[in-house]
């Protein structure tokens, strides 16, 4: 609609959670668009972590990294973080140390909710307190070898993106660069990721977002509802609920209806099906 509307391609900016999401959203998006115009190109359309990556290499130089900075997938970022592991000693303890996609784990967690240590334990990883100081010297070392390498992981995209939005002038000049801020599945974005939306749109203005409070279910992952759930009030948005559902026959809709009713937190919402009635779900 945008785009049909006169707004530049490369003005719009489209965020999503997963890489399949962010394929399937510039998929439909590009059709809708040629279909009733044109062959479009979306140049920033993508995951949050990809968007993250092509603008720390364009402002490289303010965060100390190099243009060629190389990313590290999950499965590196583990290998370097066991090495490191190995090296201070502590993949030979007594009782066992935490294995190295834990570490990971633990140390994405922090990052990404922006929560200490000791938060991140207590709430995420209670059976791992006890090597809190342990993997804090840990940490510390794999940062240090991170840098050394000129290398950054995936959580380091947004972390990275979040402090080059912290200086003023870079974040006028990053936000300068759209005039719409686009993010599907809401829902499923961590307090990293929001802050990031919030310095690229201070007062909300070309801001929107797209999801379902009653499907957050990435909190393993330091998502958090509460993004969505005060949205309105942070940017003083204007809400639209959808309530018709293309999927679900209307006695599945019933059965979710009436569980989301019991919820404490939320935007009420009944939906609707366009499909016939359908068989009553069985438990």
């Given at each position: 609609h945008l785009v049909l509307e006169g707004v530049a391609p490369e003005r719009n900016l489209l965020l999503t959670f997963t890489r399949r999401a962010a394929l399937e959203m510039t998929r439909r998006a590009g059709r809708i668009v040629a279909e009733a115009h044109r062959s479009v190109?979306?140049?920033w359309s993508g995951t949050f972590h990809s968007v993250a990556n092509r603008l720390i290499r364009r402002h490289c130089a303010a965060v100390g990294l190099t243009e060629s900075f190389s990313v590290l997938d999950r499965g590196d970022a583990a290998d370097l973080m066991d090495v490191v592991r190995h090296e201070l000693g502590f993949s030979k303890t007594e009782k066992r140390f935490p294995r190295k996609d834990t570490c990971v784990a633990i140390y994405s967690h922090r990052v990404n909710t922006q929560g200490s240590l000791e938060a991140t334990l207590r709430e995420a990883f209670p059976w791992c307190e006890e090597w809190e100081a342990e993997l804090k010297?840990?940490?510390?070392a794999y940062v240090e070898r991170k840098l050394a390498n000129q290398a950054l992981d995936y959580d380091d995209l947004l972390l990275y993106w979040h402090a080059m939005m912290e200086d003023a002038a870079l974040a006028k000049e990053i936000g300068e660069r759209f005039d719409h801020?686009?993010?599907?599945?809401y829902q499923d974005t961590n307090t990293l990721q929001a802050e990031i939306l919030a310095r690229l749109r201070p007062d909300g203005k070309g801001l929107t977002v797209v999801g379902d409070d009653a499907q957050a279910i990435y909190s393993f992952r330091a998502a958090t509802v509460d993004n969505i759930l005060s949205f309105e009030k942070r940017f003083g948005a204007q809400v639209v609920t959808l309530e018709e559902n293309y999927r679900s026959s209307q006695a599945v809709l019933d059965a979710a209806n009436a569980l989301m009713?019991?919820?404490?937190?939320q935007y009420r919402k009944d939906l609707r099906s366009m499909k016939s009635e359908g068989p009553k779900p069985r438990y």
């Open positions: 190109r979306l140049p010297r840990l940490f510390a801020v686009l993010v599907d599945e009713r019991e919820a404490s937190r």
